[in-house]
């Protein structure tokens, strides 16, 4: 488990090997590093993003050109107005933040449903070729899934679903919901695999119906696995792009149902970062919404990480 | 555990697109230069509406002078008439017509007049889905129907009844802020009042047309040449009881259709050697050819390889 322990153990062993000649012994050192190198420049690279980031937003908010209360409670979105310039976030904050919710009302039962299904109640064959396909699933890049949207469901909600616009919040949740089930599933199926055998055998040899079992013993037994499952379901809804870009109909409104459009921060970024004068405020208020989502996803993260380390205590 | 590093991996993956996004907004492709050979190189930048058409231009007349290079970039007309001025560009493309402003202050940057020859021209088509018993609209309606705290918000106000009356609101249809098509729609159908939230800002021209051909209750604003059999043009008045105009290549050449730009090439001073060859071959057959081809509206014959009047329009 613990890496360091790892690195003692086998410089500790070199003596005892003394026929190992001399460029086995550079060369390892030298693999050694590199590895190293490899574990290290993930976290640097997290940090200088970050600082990149904060270094790009931080002159729009230090120079008081924006308000962070307004920034964070107003839903005027007029980066390049003729008339008055404002920046007002908190329509596509709620954008985000519904589609999320959406999401995870369909793929949390969808998700958990299917976990407890492969880890309890499949043959003995069935579930490697079941893991298979629902991690396909995962592969699926998010452009397509945003054309699927697109094309596929966003016309059904205008026939059948009685919506007005086809891209909407509906739309986009569903698609969302589609992405994160794998990563629910996976995640959760280890997490009631870990469960161990004595408790079913316990409360099946206290007369427990599969039932009882599932509901009262696995899922309070597996609940920590479970809920990280969940939370890493939320962070890859909240940080998707692509796929809310084209579905969710990219309006700056607060949504009143189901059927509205929304616009969604990743989306909004992605549309008009590119356009956007290098420097400018607009520029720097994009990248303050870069901090505020890296913030969120770093959240919710690390409170998976926490969930998924009180598993492993135990 | 396995999907974990995946997740992990998506974090730094939306910087890393902040990164890339922030990268690409600063560099435009660049043509390749054929070894050995001398070449002329006539740097050519501007409006982002143009850009297509500016790259099709250079790309052809790579064939008909392999010996010159036209470098062509975009990030706005304003931003290209700014390059001229500081003498880092040779040409600049103007989706709209130069400000007094703007010619005075070339005039006493460099001492040189601006010289701007119309290379094409663009009408903003007004499009709503084929079931909409709606032929025609005036600037007022459009007016009240997108800018902000504009009173129509339904087709009955319009006097019009929809087949279905869940379509009856009408939705929307816009272009990100960034885009030169929504400056433009905003300056002359809005009167530079700013768009009323809410509206779905699609990314392209050819989204918008797609949209309004899915969607009962749209109206959205868009190139003409991206007119397709799904969607209906709608004729368009200036003030009520004047006569509306369909969005056709006369009526555009005219100035008739209201919401119609000439697209410009400017100079400093009267333009000589390669870039005068450039410009001349640009509203030539050959390059009025490519107009054509983008979806915009080119020259009249009569009118083509010949230098305006020099006085400003109004």
Redesign the interface.
């Known amino acids: 488990m613990n890496p360091h322990d790892a690195v003692s153990h086998t410089r500790q062993g070199q003596p005892v090997e003394p026929g190992r000649p001399r460029w086995a012994r550079v060369a390892e050192s030298f693999i050694e590093a590199l590895i190293r190198l490899c574990g290290v420049s993930a976290v640097v ?2 940090l200088a ?2 600082l ?2 904060f270094r ?1 937003a931080a002159p729009v908010v230090w120079s008081g050109k924006v308000n962070l209360a307004e920034f964070l409670g107003s ?10 310039v404002r920046y007002g976030a908190l ?1 596509l904050i709620v954008g985000s933040i519904s589609v999320t919710l959406v999401a995870m009302a369909v793929a949390v039962p969808f998700g958990l449903g299917a976990a407890v299904f492969v880890s309890e109640f499949c043959g003995p064959r069935i579930p490697e070729t079941l893991k298979i396909v629902i ?1 396909l699933l ?1 592969a699926i890049p998010s452009v397509v899934w945003g054309f699927v949207g697109m094309t596929v469901i ?2 059904l909600l ?1 026939r059948y679903a ?1 919506a ?4 909407n919040l509906l739309n986009g949740g569903l698609i969302l919901a589609l992405m994160s089930v ?2 629910i599933v ?2 959760g199926e ?1 997490a009631l695999k870990a469960v161990p055998d004595s408790y079913r055998e316990a409360a099946l040899a206290l007369g427990a119906t599969r039932w009882q079992v599932v509901w009262r013993v696995l899922l309070p037994a597996a609940r920590n696995g479970l809920l990280a499952a969940v939370l ?1 379901g939320v ?2 809804a909240i ?1 998707e ?1 692509m796929a809310v ?1 084209m579905a969710t ?5 607060i949504p009143h149902g189901l059927l509205d ?1 929304v ?1 969604t921060l ?1 989306a909004n ?10 420097g400018s405020d607009h520029y720097r208020v994009l ?1 303050l919404m ?1 901090v505020l ?2 913030l969120i ?2 959240v919710v ?1 690390l409170a998976a990480d926490l969930v ?1 380390r009180g598993i492993r205590k135990r | ?4 590093p ?3 991996a ?3 993956s ?6 890339l ?2 990268l ?3 560099c435009g492709p660049r043509p390749q230069t054929p070894a050995g050979t001398p070449l002329k190189v006539i740097q050519n930048k501007g409006s ?1 509406t143009m850009v297509n058409l500016a790259q099709a231009w250079a790309e052809a007349y790579r064939k008909v002078r392999p010996d010159v290079s036209v470098e062509v970039s975009g ?1 706005g007309s304003g ?1 290209g008439i700014a390059a001229l001025m500081r003498g880092a560009v040779d040409i600049a493309n103007s989706s709209r017509d130069l400000k007094p402003r703007e010619l005075e202050e070339a005039r006493a940057a460099t001492g040189k007049e601006v010289h701007w020859y119309i290379v094409g021209f663009d009408a903003l088509a007004v499009y709503v889905h084929p079931s909409n018993p709606l032929e025609e609209i005036t600037l007022e309606q459009l007016e009240e129907i997108y800018a902000e705290g504009g009173r129509i918000t339904r087709w009955s106000d319009l006097g019009v009844q929809m087949p279905e009356p ?2 009856d ?1 009408i ?1 929307r249809i816009s272009r ?4 030169g098509t ?2 433009f729609f ?2 002359h159908a809005l009167r ?3 768009f009323k ?7 392209g021209s050819k989204e918008v047309v797609e ?1 309004v051909a ?5 109206i959205g604003y868009s190139g003409m040449g991206y007119a397709t059999p799904r969607v209906k043009m709608l004729r368009v008045a200036r003030k009520k009881g004047e006569p509306a105009y369909a969005p056709t290549m006369e009526n555009t050449v005219t100035r008739r259709y209201p919401i119609a730009r000439s697209l410009l090439m400017c100079v400093l001073g009267e333009p000589e050697g390669e870039i005068k060859a450039y410009l001349d071959w640009v509203r030539s057959d050959a390059g009025q050819q490519l107009v054509e081809d983008n979806g915009f509206v080119p020259i009249p014959p009569t009118e083509r390889t010949r230098p305006m009047p020099m006085t400003p329009t109004p």
């Open positions: 690279f997290v993003i970050f990149f980031v790009e839903i005027e979105w007029y980066p390049t107005s003729a008339v008055k329509a991690e995962a966003s016309p205008v009685g007005p616009i086809g891209v794998p990563i996976s995640i280890d890493l962070g890859r940080g792009t870009l109909g990219h309006a700056v409104q459009s616009r990743t970024i992605a549309a008009e970062l590119g356009e956007a004068p290098v990248f870069g989502l890296f996803t770093f993260n998924v | 555990m396995r999907p974990r995946r997740l992990k998506l974090l730094p939306v910087a890393a697109a902040l990164v996004a922030g690409a907004a600063g982002d990030g931003v869940r379509f609101r939705i990100q802020s960034s885009s929504y400056e905003r300056e530079n009042r700013d939230l809410g509206s779905n800002d699609m990314n949209l899915t969607t009962p209750g749209a």
